[in-house]
C-alpha cells in the first residue's frame, strides 16, 4: 500500500446540474477528448482543496471533515462562463466568493497539519518552474491552489486539439447551483475524483 494518498475536497453538484455538465462534456468526445465526464467513474465536481495526506491520516481527514461540516452552510456558485484553463483543459469557472474563501480557509486550518508537510511528487518536479505565489502555496499548504491562485471551476473536459476550437462547441448551459453536498474523494488522474470516500450534505439556510 502507497504510503501516501492524493485527497480532493470537493462541493458534489445537484443531479441536475452534474447531468447538465456531463452532456456538455460528450460533446467534445469526437474533440478529441481526453477526458470525459461521467457519474461514477470522472465525477462533477468543484474542488475545494487538495493535497497529499499520509495513508494513516486518511481515517483522521474523515473524521475532521464529519465534524467541521455539521456548521457549514450552502454557499452559491454563480458560473461566469467556459475557459481555457491551459494545458487542454476546459472549465466552467465560478465566482469567488468571500463566502467560498472562507470555506477553503477552514477547511485548510483543519487539515494542514494532517499533512504532514506533504507535496504531490509531480508539484516537487515542477516545483522551481512555477509561479512564486504556487510555490509558496505548496510548501504552506500543500496545494497550488490558495487563496489568491484559486479559482473556483467544474472541469468539463481535456481535449487534444485547439481549446478554442473545442469551446465553440460548447452550448450556453447554465451550471450555477448552490451547494448541498461535500465529499472526500479520492484525487484521480488530470485532476479527476475517481471515487467518493465519503460526502456530506450541508444544512439548509433557515
Not at 491520516?57 to 464529519?66: C, I, R, Y
Not at 504556487?134 to 473556483?152: A, D, F, H, K, M
Not at 468539463?156 to 476550437?165: A, F, M, N, P
Not at 450555477?176 to 479520492?186: E, G, H, K
Request: aromatic share 6%.
Amino acid at each position: 500500500m502507497p504510503r501516501n494518498k492524493e485527497l480532493n475536497i470537493v462541493f458534489l453538484p445537484p443531479t441536475d446540474i452534474a447531468y447538465r455538465a456531463t452532456s456538455v462534456s460528450r460533446l467534445l468526445r469526437t474533440h478529441g477528448a481526453l477526458l470525459v465526464l461521467g457519474r461514477r467513474r470522472i465525477i462533477p465536481h468543484v474542488t475545494i482543496y487538495a493535497s497529499v495526506f499520509p495513508q494513516k491520516n486518511v481515517a483522521a481527514v474523515k473524521k475532521a471533515l464529519t465534524k467541521m461540516v455539521r456548521g457549514i452552510k450552502p454557499v452559491r456558485l454563480d458560473g461566469t462562463g467556459y475557459k481555457d484553463g491551459e494545458r487542454g483543459y476546459i472549465l466552467c469557472t465560478y465566482k469567488k466568493t468571500k463566502s467560498l474563501k472562507q470555506l477553503q480557509k477552514n477547511i485548510i486550518t483543519i487539515l494542514n497539519t494532517l499533512r504532514e508537510n506533504n507535496i504531490r511528487p509531480k508539484d516537487k518536479k515542477n516545483f522551481k518552474k512555477l509561479p512564486p505565489a504556487q510555490r509558496t502555496n505548496l510548501i504552506r499548504y500543500g496545494s497550488r491552489y490558495v487563496e489568491t491562485t484559486y479559482s473556483p471551476h467544474l472541469t468539463i473536459s481535456k481535449v487534444k486539439g485547439q481549446t478554442k476550437t473545442a469551446l465553440k462547441l460548447l452550448p450556453k448551459t447554465n451550471l450555477s447551483f448552490t451547494t448541498s453536498r461535500i465529499a472526500l474523494c479520492n484525487s484521480g488522474k488530470n485532476g479527476t475524483c475517481g471515487t467518493v470516500i465519503a460526502s456530506w450534505n450541508l444544512k439548509k439556510n433557515k
